[in-house]
C-alpha cells in the first residue's frame, strides 16, 4: 500500500496516519521527522539541508523530495506520507521519483477540517515542559486541571499554538499546500474525508476506504 494522506494543520494527519500504519504494517512518513533524522545522524543529505537552514533559507524541494524517495525505497512493506508534498512543484518531483523507480501512488485522501475546528484543537493544545506529555482542555484534559498526569508539572501551551499563528498557518496551507490536492485530482481520484468529528468515526471511514487496497494487495502476493 502507497497512500498519501493531505489536509491542514490540526486536520488529525499524524494521528491517522499512525494508525494506519498499525493497521496495515506500513510505513509513516512525515517530512519533517525525516528531516530531523537525517540532520541528527549526519546524513550528507541532512548536511545539505542544516546548510541551508543554518543561513535562514527554505530547504529547496529538490532536497526534500530526494529525502523522501529514499525513506520509500526503505519501505519495502508499503507507507502512508504524512502531509507530503506540500507543494505542487513536490508533487511533480516526487511523481516523477516514483515513475524513475517503475512505482506510483496507490491512493491519496484529503482531511477535510473546518477553520474553527482547526483552531479550536490547536489552541487547546497543552503540554507538558518535562516530560512532553500532550494534552487538550477539551478532547483530552489531563484529572488535574492544567497539571501533567505523569508528574505534576504545570502544563504550558507552545508559543505555536496561539489563534493568531494558527490562522496563519491556515492562509499558508490555502495558498500554498491545497492546490496539491487539485494536482491530484488532475490525475487521480483523491477521496475527500470528512474529518470534524470524533478521531474513532473519522478513522473507520479512512479505514473503509484503504481496506479494500489492502486486500488486494494480499492477493496479488498470494497469486505470486
Known amino acids: 500500500m502507497r497512500a ?13 496516519c499512525k494508525r494506519i500504519a498499525e493497521r496495515y504494517g ?12 537525517e540532520r ?17 533559507a527554505l530547504v529547496p524541494d529538490d532536497l ?18 504524512d502531509g507530503f508534498p506540500r507543494t505542487v512543484n513536490q508533487a511533480e518531483v516526487l511523481d516523477k521519483a516514483l515513475v524513475a523507480q517503475k512505482t ?14 482547526v483552531v479550536e484543537r490547536i489552541t487547546g493544545r497543552r503540554s507538558c515542559p518535562k516530560c512532553g ?5 477539551k478532547n483530552m484534559p ?22 493568531k499563528v494558527v490562522r496563519n ?10 492546490p496539491v490536492v487539485d494536482y491530484y485530482k488532475a490525475r487521480r481520484t483523491v477521496h475527500d474525508i470528512e474529518a470534524d468529528g470524533d478521531p474513532d468515526t473519522v478513522a473507520a471511514v479512512i479505514f473503509q476506504k484503504l481496506d479494500p487496497l489492502a486486500g488486494k494487495k494480499k492477493s496479488r502476493r498470494g497469486k505470486a
Do not use: F, N
Not at 498519501?4 to 491517522?16: E, R
Not at 506500513?26 to 525525516?34: E, F, K, P, Q, Y
Not at 541532512?46 to 546548510?51: C, E
Open 133 to 137: 506529555c500532550v494534552y487538550h482542555v
Open 26 to 37: 506500513v510505513a509513516h512518513l512525515s517530512s519533517g521527522d525525516i528531516l530531523r533524522r
Open 64 to 81: 526534500i523530495v530526494e529525502m523522501m524517495t529514499k525513506a520509500i525505497q526503505q519501505a519495502p512493506t508499503g507507507y502512508v506520507l
Open 4 to 16: 498519501v494522506l493531505l489536509g491542514a494543520p490540526g486536520a488529525g494527519k499524524g494521528t491517522h
Open 169 to 178: 498557518r491556515l492562509e499558508t496551507y490555502y495558498r500554498q499546500t491545497e
Open 142 to 163: 489531563p484529572k488535574v486541571a492544567d497539571v501533567c498526569d505523569r508528574d505534576g508539572t504545570p502544563l504550558v501551551q507552545r508559543p505555536d499554538d496561539t489563534e
Open 104 to 117: 506510483g501512488i496507490d491512493m491519496v485522501l484529503d482531511l477535510r477540517v473546518s477553520d474553527g475546528v
Open 40 to 56: 541528527a545522524e549526519g546524513t550528507e543529505l541532512g548536511k545539505k539541508a542544516q546548510g541551508y537552514m543554518d543561513a535562514g
